[in-house]
């Protein structure tokens, strides 16, 4: 293909963002947070109370108002959201001996929480149509290197045994959970749910995160609210839930000065400072997604007629947080992904690739894997553009 062409792409694509999103000055970043509610106030009454550690009262209010807000009977506030994640796994009762089933298409966190357990993790395809792991496509794998044995899934490859399901709602558009589901009752897998990016999405009408046995959100900088760092745990297992708390708090006994831990727990509690910015963040969620949806209806009707790309749009039956917008160029152009990415940087909208398939990073290569082919088409053609809530006023 000619330069011409080349530049063409990615000048459709400058203008296209630009024409969504209306003139700007200076730089737009992916995902900013925005602050513009209680936070400063809630935050200030931390310090001057004291409490700014694990001890104070935001904790606790923040998971009732997370498992308000989720539908989740419990939720259990987190350092960030890999340790959610990695607590999830080993109370899913994941150890060292076994497999996890996470999608090769994700945030490096999936995998590395399997690998905190000594777990290996088991690389699955994605479909292009919710950017998550392909039910059909998992089910024919399993039925071809799978078998149950005692009510246990084993690899018959390995000999290993493949003790989780770990979907993750890719840039906020939730997989197919229905026929996930039926897929990890047949084969004995215990669902958890990576809903790091999904908050605010659902699932037929169902909050993601909720729906698995156990589910982990995240509150990072660039999340669609945040606690500085923080994640959640989800479950609508009070067993489970009490489990969790007892291990992010290093599993020690209650106790007015003894200390006593029954197991090696973890340090993992999220703190009061941080708690209360998620509570001022919590309460502006409506606003936040009706906002970011009327930024995605921008870039939908701003892409709709432009060549060799294409807006991604949440699928029927779910409703997507949109994250953060996604961009696919087709197969002819997708050669021409780096050219897009320095195009629109250098005219001041941030855009990023997608992650690179986690099975091909050094510490995950010699993992096992299915055919990966969607996944890698994805990681050729998807682009990343403007999110912020505050980009609609
Ligand atoms: C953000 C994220 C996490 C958790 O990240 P933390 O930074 O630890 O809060 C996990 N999985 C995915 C897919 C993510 O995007």
């Known amino acids: 293909m000619s330069t011409t062409q080349n530049e063409s792409v990615s000048t459709r694509v400058v203008d296209a963002i630009r024409s969504a999103i209306g003139p700007r000055d ?11 509610n209680h936070e400063w106030d809630y935050v200030k009454e931390c310090i001057d109370t004291e409490w700014v550690s694990t001890a104070g009262s935001y904790v606790e209010q923040f998971e009732e108002d997370l498992a308000e807000y989720t539908g989740a009977e419990r939720a259990i506030v987190t ?28 945030f490096v ?36 290197i799978a078998e149950v044995r005692d009510g246990t899934c084993v690899n018959t490859q390995t000999e290993r045994p493949i003790k989780a399901l770990v979907p993750m709602h890719a840039y906020g558009h939730p997989v197919a959970l229905d026929r996930l589901q039926e897929v990890a009752q047949k084969y004995h897998l215990t669902l958890v749910e990576d809903a790091a990016e999904s908050l605010g999405s659902l699932y037929k009408g169902t909050h993601t995160g909720t729906i698995g046995r156990l589910g982990a959100l995240s509150f990072n900088g660039n999340k669609t609210i945040t606690t500085g760092g923080g994640g959640a745990i989800l479950t609508n297992d009070d067993d489970l839930a009490d489990e969790a708390l007892h291990l992010v708090r290093v599993a020690k006994e209650d106790h007015e000065w003894e ?7 973890y340090n993992y509690r999220m703190p009061n400072l ?69 195009a629109t940087n250098e005219a001041e909208f941030m855009t990023r690739p997608t992650w690179q398939l986690l099975s091909t990073l050094p510490m995950y290569e010699g993992c096992p894997q299915m055919d990966l082919s969607v996944a890698r088409s994805l990681e050729r053609r998807l682009i990343n553009i403007p999110s912020s809530a505050d980009i609609i006023t």
Not at 110 to 128: C, K, R, W
């Open 26 to 36: 200076g730089f737009i970043p992916l995902h900013k947070p925005t602050f513009e």
């Open 79 to 106: 350092v960030n959201g890999t340790a959610a994640l990695h607590v999830s796994l080993r109370i899913a009762g994941v150890t060292s001996a076994d497999e996890v089933l996470v999608p090769a298409l994700s």
């Open 109 to 144: 966190a999936t995998a590395n929480a399997v690998a905190y357990l000594g777990a290996t993790p088991h690389f699955i395809d994605s479909e292009e149509k919710t950017l998550g792991a392909d039910p059909e496509k998992l089910g024919a794998y399993l039925d071809d």
């Open 259 to 265: 200390y006593f831990h029954d197991k090696t727990g």
């Open 274 to 342: 941080n708690a209360a910015l998620g509570c001022a963040q919590l309460e502006q969620m409506p606003s936040f997604l009706e906002r970011k949806r009327a930024l995605a209806e921008r870039y939908r009707d701003a892409f709709e007629e432009i060549n060799g790309v294409s807006f991604f749009t949440e699928r029927e039956d779910t409703r997507s947080n949109y994250w953060l917008n996604v961009l696919l160029l087709d197969n002819e152009v997708a050669d021409r992904r780096d050219a897009v990415l320095e």
